[in-house]
């Protein structure tokens, strides 16, 4: 997905909403949302600025930030000084869904095509292994943001559904990340419901 339109939203603030701090007890430390920042420069005029970026991302306790994944705003941070350019972050994270024992590894879409392919595939892949061997998780790595998208998160049916929940905040003036999938029910009447049937 390539939406110039989506506004970026800091992870720190999409952290507190819908945030489930009380489940991330049941994690091991490692297992738990994580976050960082990195230091970015504007090519524009020049100004640096740190941006948070997750390290790990715990899907369960911290469902507003697959909503971020889905609508293409997490790893984007915009310019403070001259608000005319939208970074897209190069960093490396994992995404680790409990409830399908699921751990990806998210690497740059540009490291596959760079690095030969299949092979850059499998190695980076025994690195994934050997780093969860405790874990009782299945592991696999994908090349930006949007084959995570395809491959575990329902793709662009799912992107509209997030799409959808976007729009609705707007009218209902809320922040992102206030309407998510796991509570989405709350906000929509029937007949415009982004999941289930009518
Ligand atoms: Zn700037």
């Known amino acids: 997905m ?10 720190e603030m999409m952290h507190e909403i819908g945030s489930r701090a009380d489940l991330a007890e049941e994690f091991p430390e490692h297992l738990r949302t994580k ?3 990195v230091e970015l420069m504007c090519p524009k005029c020049r100004s640096e600025w740190g ?3 997750a390290m ?10 697959t909503e971020g994944i889905l609508r293409g705003s997490m790893h984007r941070s915009r310019c403070p000084a001259c608000k005319n350019y939208v970074h897209d972050i190069m960093h490396i994270w994992d995404y680790y869904d ?10 740059m879409d540009w490291e596959y095509k760079a690095g030969g392919g299949e092979e850059v595939y499998f190695k980076r892949l ?4 050997m780093k969860y061997q405790e874990d009782e998780v299945k592991v696999d790595v994908v090349f930006g943001m949007q084959e995570l998208r395809d ?3 329902g793709g662009q049916e799912a992107v509209d559904a997030a799409m959808r929940r976007r729009d609705k905040e707007i009218e209902l003036k809320l922040y992102p990340g206030n309407i998510r999938a796991d509570n989405e029910s709350e906000f929509f009447d ?9």
């Open 151 to 153: 491959k575990y998160l």
């Open 190 to 198: 029937d007949e415009d419901a982004t999941t289930g049937t009518a």
């Open 2 to 11: 390539s939406d110039t339109n989506v506004q970026p939203a800091p992870l």
């Open 126 to 129: 025994e690195d994934l292994v």
């Open 56 to 65: 790990l991302i715990n899907a369960k306790t911290d469902p507003a930030a």
């Open 98 to 107: 409990p409830d399908n024992e699921q751990i990806v590894q998210v690497r």
């Open 51 to 53: 941006a948070g970026v």
């Open 35 to 37: 976050f960082s920042e």
